[in-house]
């Protein structure tokens, strides 16, 4: 059944109306004056319907050296057969990026009627013209040492041909503002040829630098770059490795990125210096994207490659902007001062004619999703006004959308597509019935490219996108929709940014597809002015680096580029902040805030207010002369992280758990852009429930919370990569699973940047314990694993989920146990065929191992401690330095057992073929002090080596004072265990006869302890049965003590715990307890091994450890034990004198005592259950640095 909508798309089934289009391209078919879309045409061999059209001569585009004979028609009526972009007659010999030019005459003729003389007269008229025109442009041919093939034209266009004397022959910096698609990247090619000809020697220390936006745009220009200058090494650098991109530069000679990884780089200035001063020639693509939030970076680093590259030259393209002559004031020469070269061109020079309309549109509704429903409403309308029935590319602010557009579209409309059956996804087929689709990044990447491969066919008359698409796969269409200005970011509706924008109307009419092109931006009636400014052009632009300064003026710091208010003023002017700031004040009130009229005064007042900030953020160190980063500063600039993730950093408590380090993460402003989607919320909560997320979120009641903020979705994500879990398989959920990737890898991409910086802040707080536990977090991300599991096979290749399964059950957990485990049995175990045991083995092979050694060298009493000296040789045995790609390194640390570091320091594998040795000390000043020393690989989780010193393995004349004090102190907790057994007692009647007529004291007068007078103790113990391990009964009602969660009830009470009402657990914790917790490994693989054996057998109930509940076992189980307690004042007569006894004091003070030991049994014994053999630092280090002995 037809609709009124069915001319949309149902041509397809009716026979085309041929259009007429002249075979010569000089010709002009000036469509919009005669040929009218609703018009209906006979055929043009009927004499008596003749048709009159206007020929216009186009002066750029005629040329004059074809050839016609008389028999020759004009123009080709042939029917367009095939694609939608199909143009069999299509020659070209200039630029396709010519200019139109309608300003020439346009003659009447009738097809039926045209003579030969008088065709060849017009064709004449039209070479003439031509051959005038073609002398103002420049030939490709006049460049010598270019190959005819290396342009696709004979002659550049016309915008082309004016910015060539000045590209091509000087050397000055040039800022170039042209329409989108004019040819501007001839220019950049253009300024390369020029450098490239100033050097007749070998250009490999020659470096060209191009920065572009995207990285899309930056993978484009790189395939055609390579196929261009092949002799050059064409790189691009958009990778988050450092140490590789380094090398990359180092290598290439055409280095290609974005302005944020250049930033990342250069602010490694003061260690590459020489590198990065190599680099001559600058390329800017977009330099109109200054103008928005992340174009504070890009103004940064243009200001810091002027200001340090001496006589380096900056070629920067724009879209038509109005205060281009601003770019050109800050891009000045830095050697003449000279301003740039300013090439300005406006519409007139654009290669595709293009129509756009700003259509506004009043909304009573707030609901964004009512505002996209009235927006699909209008759609229609748009498409049979500006389509021609043509393709269409509409643009919607997010993926539902576009799903939700492209349904709507294809139930009211009846017009038949073609639709693959390999695709997966139902609705998309559905669409594509109706020659209609959607693309956006939640569809798997072959129904991606099946949509977009039908588009460019044809067979797909209406896409739907995301603005995404806008910067990535080039799908030209005749009429493009922006649906709407607004999209998704930080959990509210935004405008888009300009860049998005213009990218977006650029895919109308794009060239060798379309000569002309149509655009429509759909807004509200209030934004109406502000599209319409930016499509003609009129829209200022200003800075944002005033909104960024404080991280951009630390970076400088680092740098040394400011050290002082008086540079930092001098840095100040030289951006493009500081151009605009003098002509338009009102734009950047937060300056005006300081008052006064004098423009350097308030930058003064700025700078010193940002310096202030920084200073009390602990950032940077400040005195009367100087100004310059410290570790934390560097840090911060190194590792490129935010002020505010940076300031929550150094704000965190001591001692972070591994719990509150992946807190520390989580809450960062870089992942401020996630958002937890509608139709995510059942995904997260599933993962948050599973038995492997080790840190749900649950509430007070034990369930799990309503997962919508974006820190709990990052840390469900991190939790799901590390602890193996497997995608939830509830109906509709495999829709989610490669939106679910994508932001793991946005997400892991950060969390090495920011657990890099809080690595290097804890080296400096001296915090063994946090530095730790982020040494773990970072060896567990860099696995894909948590380290103390078995998930670590799963980093060896064609080992996953199910094998790790396999290999757990047969009691394989470690790399050690699978070094043990022959071919056969691993092909037993696994279900593998023969010979596959042995590909295994080649792979776990490469992995290295680790030994470290001690000795010590010297020892020394100084007051009561003692200074050692030891002496540690580390050596590996490895077959490469390289492992899946990964360049190795081994962290080496030394702590002590209460968690203080003493040394770290971080060597590459390949520096340790032969065993090195190096040289710590360290103080001793108890019997009970350990220096662990420990190696592990930070880039592969699992791979450790730890050994011990103990100041019992001391000479005896060293350990002489500590026999000493330990003797003092057994002393002391002597008259403190009598205050133990009087505090027992509970009236002051009793408490009275305990103290003169002790059971334990002696016919002299002293004190029997417990283990002389044991049998005195045991009246303690009545009514508590004596369990197997020595242990006594606890006296809980549980209904089934093998199954609770109290620990006594499983292992009982030690006899030197029971002494009647408990004592706070803040206070002390049992040994035993102690003991419990660095036993925990093996309990957490136990359970482990449950899980996973529940889980292969598709049972349905899961048993949840203590553990796998938040890791709170320690405020759980502590509040079950049965402790001493304390007690008030205690007032006692003897022999009729008054005696005052401050039991209390003296129990804080035996407390004190044994909570400081207490403290390191804990520490230790968390670190054994969280972080087994991790790495620590010494002092604050770079990411790139390597220290030997």
């Not at 944002?544 to 003023?569: D, P, W, Y």
Request: with cysteine; net charge positive; aromatic share 8%.
């Amino acid at each position: 059944m037809g609709t009124k909508f069915d001319k949309l798309g149902g041509c397809r089934n009716k026979k085309r109306t041929s259009v007429l289009q002249p075979e010569d391209p000089n010709c002009v078919v000036n469509e919009g004056i005669s040929l009218r879309k609703k018009r209906r045409y006979s055929n043009r061999n009927n004499n008596n319907n003749s048709l009159k059209i206007n020929l216009s001569h186009n002066s750029l585009l005629d040329e004059g050296d074809d050839n016609f004979e008389d028999s020759e028609n004009i123009f080709g009526g042939k029917n367009i057969e095939g694609g939608l972009f199909t143009n069999n007659n299509l020659i070209i010999d200039v630029d396709d990026t010519q200019v139109t030019d309608f300003g020439g005459r346009t003659q009447d003729y009738t097809i039926s009627n045209l003579p030969t003389k008088k065709k060849l007269k017009v064709r004449k008229i039209f070479q003439d013209k031509a051959n005038v025109q073609k002398e103002n442009l420049v030939p490709v041919a006049c460049i010598d040492s270019v190959p005819k093939s290396f342009f696709p034209f004979q002659y550049f266009n016309k915008m082309q041909s004016e910015s060539f004397e000045k590209v091509f022959k000087t050397d000055n910096n040039c800022v170039i503002s042209a329409p989108t698609g004019s040819g501007k990247t001839v220019l950049f090619e253009l300024a390369i040829l020029r450098y490239l000809s100033n050097f007749s020697e070998s250009i490999e220390n020659k470096k060209i630098l191009y920065i572009a936006p995207t990285k899309s745009l930056c993978a484009e220009i790189t395939n055609k770059w390579k196929e261009k200058f092949s002799n050059l090494t064409v790189v691009a650098i958009t990778g988050d490795s450092t140490s590789y991109e380094i090398n990359s530069v180092k290598k290439s000679q055409l280095i290609i990125t974005t302005p944020e990884k250049w930033d990342l780089l250069t602010r490694k200035w003061t260690d590459y210096h020489r590198l990065f001063e190599l680099i001559q020639l600058v390329l800017v693509d977009e330099i109109h994207t200054i103008g928005e939030m992340r174009g504070a970076t890009l103004e940064a680093v243009l200001t810091r490659m002027n200001t340090l590259c001496k006589g380096i030259r900056i070629i920067a393209v724009s879209a038509t902007i109005p205060n281009i002559i601003d770019i050109a004031t800050w891009l000045k020469q830095n050697t003449s001062g000279k301003l740039a070269t300013v090439l300005k061109f406006d519409d007139a020079y654009r290669q595709v004619i293009l129509n756009v309309n700003v259509k506004g549109y009043n909304f009573n509704c707030k609901n964004e999703f009512q505002r996209d429903a009235i927006y699909n409403r209008k759609l229609f309308e748009l498409i049979e006004q500006y389509g021609e029935n043509r393709p269409v590319l509409i643009f919607c602010p997010t993926r539902a959308s576009t799903v939700n557009t492209a349904k709507y579209i294809s139930n009211n409309i009846s017009a038949n597509g073609v639709v693959s059956m390999t695709l997966t996804d139902k609705t998309l087929r559905f669409c594509m019935t109706k020659g209609v689709a959607f693309h956006n990044a939640g569809l798997i990447l072959e129904d991606r490219s099946m949509v977009e491969e039908a588009f460019l066919k044809g067979t797909v008359r209406i896409l739907c996108a995301t603005s995404t698409l806008a910067v990535g796969v080039n799908l030209p269409a005749y009429l493009v929709i922006i649906k709407g200005t607004q999209m998704w970011s930080l959990s509210e509706m935004v405008e888009y940014s300009n860049l998005d924008t213009l990218q977006m109307i650029g895919r109308a009419g794009r060239p060798t597809f379309e000569k002309t092109g149509c655009a429509i931006i759909m807004t509200e009636q209030k934004m109406v002015s502000k599209y319409e400014n930016l499509v003609s052009g009129s829209d200022i632009l200003e800075s944002k680096l005033h909104l960024q300064l404080r991280e951009h003026m630390c970076s400088e710091i680092s740098l040394g580029t400011i050290n002082s208010i008086k540079s930092a003023v001098v840095w100040i002017k030289s951006t493009f902040f500081y151009v605009r700031f003098l002509v338009n004040r009102s734009a950047y009130s937060i300056i005006g805030h300081f008052g006064g009229f004098d423009a350097e005064e308030n930058l003064e007042q700025f700078c010193q207010k940002l310096l202030k900030s920084l200073c009390e953020a602990n950032l940077i160190v400040r005195n009367a002369e100087r100004i310059c980063c410290n570790a934390f500063g560097h840090a911060m600039v190194r590792h490129y992280i935010s002020f505010g993730t940076m300031s929550r950093i150094l704000k965190c408590k001591e001692f972070l758990n591994i719990q509150e380090v992946l807190g520390t993460v989580i809450q960062a402003e870089e992942f401020k852009d996630l958002r937890v989607r509608q139709n995510e919320k059942r995904l997260y909560k599933e993962i948050n429930l599973s038995p492997l997320t080790r840190y749900p979120f649950l509430t007070l009641k034990n369930q799990s919370m309503i997962i919508d903020q974006t820190n709990q979705k990052v840390s469900l994500i991190i939790q799901y990569d590390l602890g193996g879990l497997e995608f939830p398989n509830y109906e509709g959920a495999q829709k989610l699973h490669h939106v679910l990737i994508q932001d793991k890898i946005r997400i892991f991409k950060h969390c090495y940047r920011i657990l890099r910086c809080m690595i290097d802040c804890y080296i400096e707080k001296s915090d063994g314990i946090s530095l730790e536990n982020s040494l773990f977090m970072l060896r567990s991300i860099n696995g894909s694993c948590w380290e103390d599991s078995p998930m670590i096979l799963r980093q060896i290749k064609s080992i996953g989920l199910v094998s790790v399964r396999k290999l757990v059950r047969n009691g394989i957990t470690d790399f050690q146990e699978l070094r043990n485990t022959t071919d056969q049995k691993l092909e037993y175990y696994l279900g593998l065929k023969m010979g596959n045991g042995l590909k295994l083995r080649k792979d776990f092979g490469l992995l290295p191992t680790f030994e470290l050694k001690y000795r010590i060298e010297k020892q020394a009493k100084v007051g009561n401690n003692i200074e050692v000296s030891l002496r540690i040789d580390v050596s590996t045995s490895c077959k490469s330095n390289i492992w899946h790609g990964k360049r190795l390194s081994v962290d080496i640390t030394s702590r002590y057992s209460s968690g203080k570091i003493i040394d770290f320091r971080r060597i590459q594998i390949s520096q340790l073929q032969y065993p090195k040795n190096f040289k710590i000390n360290c103080t001793i000043s108890s019997l009970k002090d350990e220096v662990k020393i420990s190696a592990n690989c930070q880039e592969i989780a699992g791979l450790n080596e730890t050994i011990q010193f103990s100041a019992k393995e001391l000479s005896n004349s060293s350990t002489e004072i500590f026999e000493k004090a330990a003797m003092d102190l057994s002393s002391s907790k002597s008259h403190v265990s009598i205050l133990d057994d009087i505090v027992s007692s509970s009236s002051d009647e009793s408490l009275y006869n305990f103290f003169i007529d002790h059971p334990s004291r002696n016919a002299s007068g002293t004190i029997v302890t417990s283990k002389q007078n044991e049998s005195n103790n045991s009246a303690s113990f009545e009514g508590r049965q004596l369990l197997p391990n020595g242990n006594y009964e606890c006296q809980h009602t549980c209904n089934r003590k093998g199954e609770c969660r109290h620990l006594c009830c499983h292992e009982g009470i030690p006899k030197e715990l029971i002494k009647g009402r408990r004592i706070s657990p803040k206070n002390l914790i049992s040994e035993k307890y102690v003991s419990s917790i660095e036993n925990k490994p093996a309990q957490v693989a136990q359970n482990f091994n449950k899980v996973i054996i529940s889980q292969s057998s598709a049972s349905e109930e899961c048993c949840l450890s203590s553990y796998d509940t938040g890791g709170k076992v320690l405020e759980d189980e502590s509040h079950d034990f049965e402790h001493l307690f304390n007690s008030p004042d205690i007032s006692v007569k003897s022999n009729g004198d008054s005696v005052s006894l401050n039991s209390k004091a003296i129990l804080e003070n035996q407390l004190s005592i044994e909570a400081e030991q207490c403290k390191k049994d804990i520490f230790e014994s968390s670190l054994e259950k969280d972080c087994e053999n991790c790495s620590v630092n010494l002092s604050f280090l770079g990411s790139d640095i390597e220290l030997g002995s």
